[in-house]
């Protein structure tokens, strides 16, 4: 191992991302004997590692999402604190992700590692923004890496959705949404643009919605949507995983009117395909300007891809200089964003 060769000391295997002289991996996407996990994502925060070290956050989430977040034991690191593990020093930095997202910042014999799980780079109401760590190796995401992809301002979207409100009134709003992240993003945004009346919930998204309020998230006035009669659904926001919004579940709803926040409904082709009348652009990933920002600003000579679109950023990478390498973990999946 030598500390300027990152390769050597930072490997990728079978389970995924390994911290040699730390003796943990990061993220993996199998079982493994110390982990340390960026944030709560499926395809991130598996089940069944004997150790996971997280913020508080993600312990929390996982442990409602998988029913424990590790069979051994787990070690919660506060954002900015500093722990030794093994023969390098951690320190866990918000991504701005979603809830107790954290970017892994790895120091071992004067050399910085930053790994940045998800993250972006817009204001976000539920979690705090992402912070910038300057650093000799920077392992990004990909997910939006294609210069098509602008998601511009999340408030001009909700206020999208308020206006259709507004048109028309009859018509229960039904807004397809990931469980963890977007879901919390657009009621915090709905009730900062002003929004007071309750938020219909499907059923699977209660879970989630409870543990960010449980670290002071303030969402409103939240109802389950089954159960609640017809006449209130009328003209009501109410909100879905993105499986449920052209099924049978949203045909029960009055005259559904179908909407989808989601960095995708960029792709006008997408929003067709769901049947959505009403697409909300909304990432909680970085776009390709929050991206090719950010590698520049950490000041990293050495740039790793970890998943999503590799080959525009590698270019992108390669063209200013710098080292780039596409790290093709497994497992990894583009679904939640
Ligand atoms: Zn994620
Ligand atoms: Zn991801």
Redesign the pocket.
Same mark, same amino acid.
């Given at each position: 191992m030598h500390p300027e060769r990152f390769e050597s000391w930072l490997t990728v295997g079978t389970h995924g991302l390994y911290c040699r002289p730390g003796g943990f991996h990061i993220d993996p996407h199998s079982a493994v004997n110390r982990a340390v996990i960026t944030h709560a *994502?499926s @395809? *991130?925060a598996r089940a069944g590692h004997d150790h996971v070290l997280a913020t508080r956050e993600t312990l929390a989430l996982m442990k409602a999402r998988l029913g424990s977040a590790a069979k051994l034991g787990t070690q919660a690191l506060g954002y900015g604190e500093r722990l030794q593990v093994g023969d390098v020093t951690v320190r866990l930095v918000p991504a701005g992700h979603v809830l107790g997202s954290a970017q892994v910042v790895i120091e071992w014999r004067g050399r910085r590692a930053v790994i940045s799980? @998800?993250y972006k780079r817009s204001a976000d109401p539920t979690n705090p923004p992402f912070e910038l760590v300057r650093c000799d190796l920077f392992v990004t /995401?990909a997910?939006f890496a294609l210069p098509v992809f602008t998601h511009g301002d999340a408030k001009g979207e909700v206020a999208k959705l308020l206006k259709s409100l507004k048109q028309f009134p009859e018509r229960a709003h039904v807004v397809g949404v990931y469980g963890l992240g977007k879901c919390q993003r657009l009621i915090a945004l709905l009730r900062e643009a002003g929004y007071a009346e309750p938020i219909y919930l499907h059923g699977a998204l209660a879970a989630c919605c409870q543990i960010y309020e449980s670290f002071a998230v303030e969402l409103g006035a939240l109802k389950p949507a089954t159960g609640a009669k017809r006449e209130e659904l009328k003209g009501a926001v109410v909100l879905a995983p993105p499986s449920a919004i052209a099924d049978r579940w949203s045909r029960r709803m009055p005259d559904a009117l179908t909407a989808f926040a989601s960095g995708w409904m960029r792709v006008r082709a997408r929003a067709r395909q769901r049947g959505v009348e009403l697409p909300l652009v909304i990432s909680d990933h970085a776009d390709w300007r929050e991206l090719t920002r950010t590698i520049h600003e950490t000041g990293a000579h050495e740039v790793w891809v970890t *998943?999503g679109r590799e080959d525009a950023l590698l270019h992108h990478i390669q063209l200013t200089g710098r080292q780039g390498r596409a790290l093709a973990l497994i497992g990894? /999946? @583009?679904e /939640?964003s």
């Amino acid at each position: 191992m030598h500390p300027e060769r990152f390769e050597s000391w930072l490997t990728v295997g079978t389970h995924g991302l390994y911290c040699r002289p730390g003796g943990f991996h990061i993220d993996p996407h199998s079982a493994v004997n110390r982990a340390v996990i960026t944030h709560a *994502h499926s @395809d *991130h925060a598996r089940a069944g590692h004997d150790h996971v070290l997280a913020t508080r956050e993600t312990l929390a989430l996982m442990k409602a999402r998988l029913g424990s977040a590790a069979k051994l034991g787990t070690q919660a690191l506060g954002y900015g604190e500093r722990l030794q593990v093994g023969d390098v020093t951690v320190r866990l930095v918000p991504a701005g992700h979603v809830l107790g997202s954290a970017q892994v910042v790895i120091e071992w014999r004067g050399r910085r590692a930053v790994i940045s799980g @998800d993250y972006k780079r817009s204001a976000d109401p539920t979690n705090p923004p992402f912070e910038l760590v300057r650093c000799d190796l920077f392992v990004t /995401e990909a997910t939006f890496a294609l210069p098509v992809f602008t998601h511009g301002d999340a408030k001009g979207e909700v206020a999208k959705l308020l206006k259709s409100l507004k048109q028309f009134p009859e018509r229960a709003h039904v807004v397809g949404v990931y469980g963890l992240g977007k879901c919390q993003r657009l009621i915090a945004l709905l009730r900062e643009a002003g929004y007071a009346e309750p938020i219909y919930l499907h059923g699977a998204l209660a879970a989630c919605c409870q543990i960010y309020e449980s670290f002071a998230v303030e969402l409103g006035a939240l109802k389950p949507a089954t159960g609640a009669k017809r006449e209130e659904l009328k003209g009501a926001v109410v909100l879905a995983p993105p499986s449920a919004i052209a099924d049978r579940w949203s045909r029960r709803m009055p005259d559904a009117l179908t909407a989808f926040a989601s960095g995708w409904m960029r792709v006008r082709a997408r929003a067709r395909q769901r049947g959505v009348e009403l697409p909300l652009v909304i990432s909680d990933h970085a776009d390709w300007r929050e991206l090719t920002r950010t590698i520049h600003e950490t000041g990293a000579h050495e740039v790793w891809v970890t *998943h999503g679109r590799e080959d525009a950023l590698l270019h992108h990478i390669q063209l200013t200089g710098r080292q780039g390498r596409a790290l093709a973990l497994i497992g990894r /999946e @583009d679904e /939640e964003s």
